[in-house]
């Protein structure tokens, strides 16, 4: 009898705790059901924050630049036919941008910008000059002016970029290897810095193929070099055109006019710029001003936050090697604010 009443309370006992353990997790199902997110991994951030700290008061300069960014853009067509305007009448970029055989004949000589020195023009150097501009009477709808900031980084502007009719890049930037769908693949000019020259491909003295090689990545683009600024950088700008010529590259080297870097640089000092001199992108920013109807800016950012997170930015979206202080980045980056907070020109600083 009492082995009878121990079997049946140790049976009891069983069954209540396995009816408490049906209703705990019936309860935790009804709490789960309610909070999904208990059952799910947190979701990763697009770009996770790396450790940072914020350099002194630039979380309010940034603050600053935000309030005044105007979101909510729209072109002013007035505003932006009196710049045109003004900039083509200074400037006359269609036609003086490039050094052609046209505005710089045999004989003459040629007043090289920033630096002060001239060089007279051989036959052999007139060969190498455009006979004429590619941007004589022509316009395009839309154009997109790539910068390299860090900016670009995950933002998904490749599309929107390669949408532009015309698509003007800085410094033979890399396309590939995963930065397609950031900055897009489209190049209609680049532009190529002689140090480029200089320190990747030896100033072309050697081997030149890998320098062939690589501009297969802008097809068939105009290659913008500033071979008339500083005479240190003349003799390898003319090898890449020979080197281009002779490996029957399809894309179409052409050279900055110091002329026109000139009236362009007096330009924007005439629109507030006050200090350093004009980066390449500012001299871009100003061409594309004359050639297009609409003007759209990615990668024009100079701080090395993000501004909508504030995490930290790379210097480039390809790597992170800082700029000689030479160029004056937060006011070219005033000055294209105002210009789109005008509704000249669009400047994107947010993701695609």
């Known amino acids: 009898m009492r082995g009878q009443l121990l079997k049946t309370l140790v049976s009891l006992l069983i069954t209540l705790l396995c009816l408490g353990s049906l209703l705990s997790t019936l309860i935790w199902f009804m709490i789960d059901s309610n909070n999904e997110d208990l059952r799910r991994p947190v979701p990763q951030k697009k770009r996770p924050p790396k450790n940072f700290d914020l350099c002194k008061g630039c979380k309010e300069v940034i603050e600053k630049v935000l309030q005044e960014y105007s979101q909510t853009w729209k072109k002013q067509e007035d505003n932006y036919l009196k710049f045109r305007s003004t900039l083509h009448s200074n400037c006359h970029g269609q036609e003086m941008a490039f050094i052609t055989q046209v505005n710089t004949p045999v004989e003459t000589y040629i007043d090289y910008h920033p630096e002060k020195r001239s060089l007279k023009v051989t036959p052999e150097i007139f060969s190498t000059f455009v006979k004429v501009s590619p941007f004589l009477n022509k316009t395009w709808d839309t154009c997109a002016v790539v910068g390299n900031g860090g900016i670009l980084i995950d933002s998904g502007c490749g599309a929107a970029i ?176 105002q210009l789109h907070n005008d509704g000249v020109l669009k400047l994107h600083i947010g993701d695609c």
């Open 162 to 337: 390669d949408s532009a009719q015309f698509v003007i890049r800085c410094n033979l930037p890399p396309l590939k290897d995963g930065f397609e769908k950031h900055v897009g693949v489209k190049t209609s000019l680049v532009t190529a810095n002689p140090t480029i020259l200089h320190n990747k491909y030896g100033k072309l003295m050697g081997r030149r193929r890998a320098f062939v090689e690589d501009l297969k990545t802008y097809s068939d683009s105009l290659l913008l070099f500033p071979a008339f600024s500083f005479g240190a950088y003349t003799s390898a700008c003319l090898r890449a055109s020979y080197t281009i010529k002779d490996f029957s590259s399809p894309i179409q080297p052409v050279f900055f006019n110091p002329e026109y870097l000139r009236s362009l640089d007096k330009f924007w000092r005439s629109q507030g710029l006050r200090a350093g001199r004009p980066s390449t992108g500012l001299f871009m920013v100003g061409l594309a001003l004359e050639l297009c109807n609409n003007v759209h800016l990615y990668g024009f950012w100079p701080f090395d936050a993000h501004p909508y997170g504030l995490y930290s930015l790379t210097n480039h979206y390809y790597d992170d090697i800082k700029a000689k202080g030479v160029h004056a980045m937060p006011a070219e980056f005033q000055l294209l604010m």
